[in-house]
């Protein structure tokens, strides 16, 4: 396959349009993007030219089913079908993507990815769209962490999000029994118990040196 030198031809299309418009040298030059078929080409073209065929170079991408493409075009072309894009992320079912889907496009159907994220009960992802996602369901995602009993998401959670619970949070640091986290969770979140979390800190690092003594 010819390797497409996208930039330059950005800037040969940016040039025609500016004097001529749609003009039969600026479809050429068009063409040749769209005839590559290669999604992130499709995706520069058509949020840096002003003139280009939206339609043409979105049935690219869609096509392509290149999930990172498609949350591209969705976030950075103008006058794009979202609805489509965000069907295509849907579908596929891969919480990395509706995340990113819904932290970058503007007007995403934030419920319907949240529940992509919620089901993987991935508590790294579930920390992250709380953190970066405005209307996030904090309260659910944070449920979602506590179950997983994830020591350091339990932390980030606690220490990250302003709304979170920091109680609960709390809790499953302290009923892992683990001096680190412990500490940690009493030095960097504001709301914390810093008297019992510091008071275990000493209960288990005596315990572990009891335990390492009669070994």
Do not use: W
Not at 26 to 35: A, M, Q, R, S
Not at 46 to 60: F, L, Q, T
Not at 67 to 75: D, G, R, T, V
Not at 111 to 124: F, G, M, Q, R, T
Request: net charge positive; hydrophobic share 40%.
């Amino acid at each position: 396959m010819v390797t497409l030198n996208i930039f330059k031809i950005i800037k040969e299309a940016k040039k025609e349009y500016k004097f001529n418009k749609r003009s039969e040298k600026f479809n050429k030059i068009e063409k040749e993007v769209l005839d590559y078929k290669m999604p992130i080409c499709s995706t520069l073209f058509a949020e840096k030219v002003k003139g280009a065929d939206i339609k043409a170079h979105e049935k690219i991408v869609l096509d392509s089913k290149d999930l990172m493409s498609c949350c591209l075009f969705a976030s950075c072309v103008k006058g794009t079908d979202i609805k489509a894009f965000e069907k295509k992320v849907l579908e596929s079912k891969r919480p990395h993507y509706c995340h990113i889907f819904a932290r970058d496009v503007k007007g995403a159907d934030i419920k319907a990815l949240e529940k992509v994220i919620l089901d993987s009960k991935d508590p790294h992802l579930c920390y992250l769209f709380a953190l970066e996602v405005n209307v996030a369901d904090v309260k659910a995602l944070e449920e979602a962490v506590l179950k997983s009993k994830n020591l350091e998401y339990c932390y980030l959670f606690a220490r990250d999000i302003l709304i979170a619970d920091v109680k609960p949070l709390e809790k499953v640091i302290l009923k892992s029994k683990n001096s680190e986290y412990c500490y940690k969770f009493a030095q960097d979140v504001i709301l914390a118990n810093k008297y019992v979390l510091l008071k275990a800190v000493k209960e288990y690092k005596e315990a572990e040196e009891h335990n390492q003594q009669s070994m």
